[in-house]
């Protein structure tokens, strides 16, 4: 079936910089992709390629999301989702499969999570995956010589529509080769190895916030160019020996992201993606202590309020690591010269974060997905799970599992919602 090509349109983006820590991002206007609602005679097959990591996947959000945009009848599509989503580490590990051993950023692999990386019989080093993303849009063997474990794509079903009607059929590729319409949803902008955080602590990630050698494991530090890879006390990504603006941790994974989004564009013949669309992940309840001040630290812990600060502007103890993150997705999103098909996933930089710290503390009473799909009317905030010094059923109340970093099936439609309010105006 003939994939449909050149579906881009200007993304206009209304470009607000922080200047208040608790200041609402200006929403980023956007226009309709013009996708068509029928593909000769049938219902446009769309299939949804979810990216990200474990956050992504509890909670089922991705399917949650496309049974409410299947539900409206308005628009008329055939929703389908695809999963390619690992666990651990992500971020530097989605731009690039394979780094050989005078790759400049061959040591950088070993910061990551060991599970996300292998090396093979010629000491190349493969981030598993990048290698299961390309396998499944090439439909190619492994390329690590079975070095890397879980690089195949999962085995799916799927339900596609041509002139004689619906039909069913299963295998990742299969079902891909038979969508009209593709298009690539990525939530996971953050590598824990490689956090972006406001580590000059102003209340604004700018040029100024590098990563600190302390944080990072020693073995991924170095360059390969003779470089120690670490000046004045932190990360010299482009290992040129210095430090400034391109090592800054928001841009340099603002570059990750727009070289992993370029790929999905167009690496992959006719089965590369049509549009791209980023978000952050929702905050995370974990009570990093050791990322408070000092002076914090014996009062940090889950459901414990804090005096909010520029640079930890929440009342809660939540991961301040991931916060930041939503400064990669500006950066990328608004850079001059963008590919007109990579586009801002929700309606305002900071969505995501807001819409699952309110679950936590106040709950959640608003919606963008219609009730009749089957979402809550109301979610619980977490807070209210805390009784008597106790966590209370943890696993359901409110919209995070009891390690407050996944999400039950309420956090799953928080998810969901937050993607479904991004994504309708451009399927308008």
Sequence with gaps: MPRIRALTTTLLIAVTLLTAPLATEAAAARASLGLPREVNGHRTNVGLLILGHSTSDQGDYPQKLAQALNANAADGRNYQVFELITGGDGGFLWSQAKFTPTDLQFNRVAGSNVQQWCTDAQGNRWSARRVRVDRALSGSADPTGGACANTAPANISCTYYDSTGAHSTSGFRTCWQRMDVTLALIQDTTNRSWPIDDFSGDGQVTAAD???????????????????????????????????????????????????????????????????????????????????????????????????????????????????????????????????????????????????????????????????????????????????????????????????????????????????????????
């Design 210 to 428: 590098l990563w600190p050698a302390s944080r990072i494991n020693d073995a991924a530090e170095p360059c390969t160019n003779g470089r120690s890879g670490v000046v004045n006390g932190s990360i010299d990504w482009t290992c040129d020996g210095a430090v400034n603006g391109a090592d800054a941790a928001h841009v340099v994974y603002a570059g990750w992201l727009e070289r992993f989004s370029l790929a999905l564009l167009n690496n992959y013949g006719a089965d590369s993606v049509d549009h791209v669309f980023v978000t952050q992940k929702p905050l995370e309840f974990g009570a990093n202590c050791p990322n408070y001040p000092v002076s914090e630290q014996a009062n940090c812990r889950l459901h414990n309020t804090r005096t909010p600060t520029a640079a930890r502007p929440f009342d809660h103890f939540y991961n301040p690591l991931v916060y930041w993150e939503w400064r990669s997705v500006q950066q990328l999103t608004t850079r001059v010269g963008l590919d007109a098909r990579i586009h801002l996933g929700e309606i305002d930089y900071r969505r995501m974060h807001l819409r699952s710290d309110d679950c936590y503390d106040v709950g959640i009473t608003t919606w963008s997905i219609p009730a009749s799909v089957g979402r809550p009317a109301s979610v619980a905030a977490d807070d209210t799970e805390f009784q008597g010094g106790q966590e209370v059923d943890a696993e359901n109340v409110g919209c995070m599992r009891a390690d407050h970093i996944h999400h039950n099936t309420n956090g799953g439609w928080l998810m969901a919602d937050v993607w479904y309010e991004g994504l309708t105006p451009y399927l308008a």
